[in-house]
């Protein structure tokens, strides 16, 4: 057993790590179902989509909107990634 109760994540941007694995899971979806490229009026099931479907394009909803959760994110993040509250504007050094 550890002897702490939490591990480091030894990634050095979440965000980045995130992205991508949104990605792949939307390359997935695609390659499992690949009638969610195509719109709903070329379907003769466009009501009654088959169950698999229904279910990709509801995660693929969610994904989305994971996505834009992220993008808001960034844009309350700090322009400079080291920037310190303490550190003058124009000072290249936050220290």
């Known amino acids: ?8 994540l030894p990634v050095s941007e979440p965000l980045a790590l995130l992205d991508a694995t949104l990605l792949f899971l939307i390359q997935v979806l695609i ?8 719109t709903p009026e070329e379907h003769d099931d466009a ?6 479907l ?6 693929l909803l969610a994904v989305r909107e994971v996505h ?4 808001t994110y960034r844009a309350f993040l700090p322009d400079k990634p080291g920037f310190m509250s303490g550190a003058s504007a124009d000072d290249d050094f936050p220290f």
Do not use: V
């Not at 834009?68 to 993008?71: I, K, R, S």
């Open 47 to 52: 009501y009654h989509p088959a169950s698999p």
């Open 31 to 38: 390659a499992q179902q690949p009638d969610l490229l195509a």
């Open 1 to 8: 057993m550890l002897s702490t109760s939490s591990l480091p």
């Open 54 to 59: 229904r279910a990709a394009r509801h995660i």
């Open 68 to 71: 834009y959760a992220l993008d």
